[in-house]
């Protein structure tokens, strides 16, 4: 059973950070293309600036899942301890 939870707990966590890391490379992407559209039409950079939005929103959720995860595995290591 605990190598179940283990394996469960280790999946949540590496999908978080993973998620984290892609929405970050994600607002590195929209950020760098808003700042170097200075003669591009209004809508590439209003899809860039959703994109931040819609990233920096991912980011948030995956960092909810990591702090979930870890709190998750310290109760379970309280109670099964």
Do not use: C, F
């Not at 059973?1 to 469960?8: D, K, P, Q, R, T």
């Not at 607002?27 to 899809?47: C, L």
């Amino acid at each position: 059973m605990i190598n179940g939870i283990n394996a469960g707990a280790m999946s949540a966590i590496s999908n978080a950070r993973a998620g984290m890391q892609q929405a970050s490379d994600n607002v590195t992407q929209a950020s760098g293309a808003i700042a170097n559209n200075s003669n591009k039409p209004v809508a590439n950079i209003t899809e860039n600036l959703i994109s931040l939005q819609t990233n920096t929103t991912y980011h948030q959720a995956s960092a909810t899942v990591l702090r979930v995860s870890d709190d998750t595995v310290g109760y379970l290591i309280d109670t099964l301890a």
